[in-house]
């Protein structure tokens, strides 16, 4: 019980404060008292390695997704009100741990689930932001409920039983995270261990790595040996160090810091410091260069106030794991990646984007070509952003552009742009390049909406399935490109249906003439690759599962856009439908590709589970709304504005 | 008649037949993928992707609609008559042709593979070898004479025969190898054992009816049998049931026979022996990075090592095996089992050279369509200059 409170007084005390009443008194003192750390600390420690969800990357990496899963955006406020960045959220977490407890990262969208936990929340918004010290009181019941409603099918949670297992795994992570250095002040000294007495000596009180570094004197305390099977002291494994150890190796592990020894397998795990006592104390393993770097996280904490000696240990422990992971091949990508997050492309390409937005649209009021140049240039310096990132991630993961569905907007959404300004070189009317700014923007938008809500890793480790480049590189991707040429198309769609409307162009068939020329050219190319990356996916499918076509959700959802798109070009070539027909089955096509993308990964059956999602329901039946809308507006613009050739005469 | 003739090609060949038939398309593979929210995959299958007409249940209202089987044939009767031999031939339709063309193809190989191919599963220990697949979902009755020793010769009767049988319909098999009939009464596609009520049934026991599980590869079929031998006499009642250890026996003119209800059996002409199942995890996680057996094929005396691992498939005299799961269950004891998904498809290649003739034909249509529409823009802007 009351985990973390322990945890805060060990901190304490082995940062050099007693603990006990002073650790407590800290835990009331809300206020971020420390030195702020420095930028140079701070990057040092954003690219240090670590290993998580299967995969070796960068610190910042590892807390700008907890503290997303947290707290729902990429940063964090002391309660005095300072900002910070996820790394140095987590710096604090683990040096600080007494006021990272009171740092308000826990959001929760319904303060019924406070209610629900027995927690008060006067002051505070129906959605609101809580720390951990505001959390703990109810903490058991937290995990008891989170506990009971896992076992409720995911779909069939209500949104309040939904936070609540959300909560209680992301209270459970803060815990592994704030009490990672928990045990380096928690070992028995010798007053309390006859074994470390008669390893260190009476007055000893040995840090962790050292206690490590003399398991092979220590183990005979712990477990016996053959000729005294009750060991020096007694019963085996009834000194204190021996129950601590054992309780420590099974329970808090803290997070993969410590890269195993250069000889052991490819895909060996890093070591947490619970493994680094499993390993030395109860195996016997020899591992010099990991206690090595045990000792500078020890001596971090003791001189966290001390930033000059702080600085020094940590540089040490930096070079230690770096060189360390240097060996097994696993830091190359490292800096890449840490540099990549910290560069925020996609964040500078969205507000050129907008830019460009801005830019085209003063254009259409006013004649020149200054300002339409001007839009152009924005979208391109966008558009190359976008794509920079995108071979970024490619080279760090070395996978093709697309593996999750994250990547795929990105891919869709650059997709979507280039066609708009092949478009517009063919058509120079400006509508494709406004098009390409608003799909940049809004394709961007989508991304980061879907990684904040998501809160996972968004370079995440890929199934079995999918380790094949070969086919992400043919399938997946054109099979995105289809999707992106089908947003494209609705897009198109849409400026006819409003421009007829609101009256745009009224007098100039030629505009929509040129816009239905667009439309269908985009179809065309959405179709050429909707059938190809269908019908590549069903021979991966082959390759894989041996059948080239399941019926299942996902093929089904690339079927009914190819189904759509031949439809509509059909339709055309039969004179089945016309101009505004054409715009009105685009945006539609627009909803086939939602539906495909995003819906069937709702329906949580099929054979493609690696793309499940959920959460996204309301925004997609939000958007089909709207659609359903715009198709109304157009069908009924269509009919009051018949071509007269086309109306029934009154003798029919 | 003539003009009757000439509508009905008219019809056959028309666009609008053509859009109605992708509509319905479009239509059967939303409510099928709805569908599956509430059914097993392979039900839906059955019902909307397989048949000719099906019966939607829309909200209570059932809604009569043409299956996909159906619309797939009236598709390609109406690429045939429409898009190859009714269609304009001239340099602008090419691409056109070439990729009706493309998708004739890859119709044909659908349905050569749904006709002709064989699908099912081939389970091993690390050690143990075989030559057998047997399919997930299909069935047969076996009959054997029961021999101390000797080569035993099986008379198979397959599962479309009788797994039909409702409603009080019977059917009766035999052969002139055998002293008998062998009555099938009541069918069951997922069933077990369990006591009679009132002390009926057969010895006592009976099949109890289980509505079709989720995923229908676990369904259990049974059936009620009844042995009826050629030399008169009274019949001898019996049950199959699917997972029985044992089949029945019955004891015909002095003759011990087994009769017993399987999954479908093929036998390959080849044998594989599991030598090592390895499965890998992504580090400190428990997410499969990468399973893979390692397996010994042997064929005509010649024995070779191969590595069957997901997405690398062995294909061998026809047959594909593909590593599909795994497992280590305590009835094997506590040894790895890999399980391969085993494949004879005579259209095999059929989908990759469809895609090559589809994908070359749009972009035959769409680059002529793309290279004219930029001739006429010129050709505007010449005339406006």
Redesign the interface.
Known sequence: MKRILACVAIVAAAAGSSPGEEGAERLQAPMRTHVRWSPELVDLFARLPV?????VKPLSTFANFTLLALNGRRGCATPGGEQLTPTEWLMDCFFYTEEAVHYPCFLIQDAGVLDGLGLGHEGKQRRDRYSYADLEPAREKLFGLGAQYEGIDARRRNPVQAQVVNLARNVSQFEKLAGFLSVLGSMPDAAESRAIAAVFGAEARPGLAEILGKAGELKPWLEGTPDDPHGPGGTPGSDPLAAWARSFSMGARGI?LFPPLASAPP????LRVGDLVDDTLFRGAALPDQLAALADLEAMLRLRDDRAGFAARAESFRGRVVAAAGQRGEYAKIPLEAAFYRANLFTWAQAAYAIGFVLAAFAWFRTGKALPRLSLGSVIVATLLLAIGITLRCVIRGRPPVTTLYESVLFATGISVVVSLAAEF?HRQGIALALATVLGAAGLLLADRYELQEGVDTMP?L???L??NF?LASHVTTVTIGYGAGLLAGAIGHVTILGRLFGLKRHDEGFYKSLA?MTY?VL??G??FS??GT??G???A????????????KE??A??IV??K??VL??L??G?IREQGLAISSVFCAVVVAASWWG?NL????LHSYGFTSGILLALFGYFAVEALVIVAGVAWGVANQPVDDRPSPAA | MRKILLRTWETLASTGLALVILSFLLLLTILGTLEQMRTSLYEVQRRYFESLFVVHDFSGIPLPLPGVSLLLVLLAINLVLGGVVRIRKDSTTWGVIVCHAGILILLAGSGIEYLWSQKGRLTLSEGEEGAEFTSDREWEIAIAEAKDSGPVTELVIPGWQFMELRDGRTARFTSPDIPFELEVRRVFANCEPGPAPGGGGVDGMTLLERPPGKDSGKDVAGAFVAVRPKSGGGPIEGLLWGMEQAPMSAVVDGRRWTIGLFHRRWQLPFSIRLEDFRQQFHPGTGMAKSFESDVILTRDGAAQRVKISMNQPLRESGYTLYQSGFGQPASRGGRWISTFSVVKNPADGVPLWSCIVIAAGLLLHFSQKLIRHMRSQRAAAWRSA
Request: hydrophobic share 50%; proline share 2%; glycine share 16%.
């Open positions: 290993q998580d969800g299967g995969r993969a895909h060996a795990a890093w063919l480790s199934v079995a399935v380790d094949t086919w020329s050219g065309c190319f179709l050429l059938v190809v019908v590549l069903g021979i991966w082959n390759e894989s599962w041996g059948r080239f076509w399941g019926w299942d959700p089904n959802g079927l009914a189904l759509w031949l439809i059909h339709a070539y039969g089945y069937v329906l949580g059956v099929g």
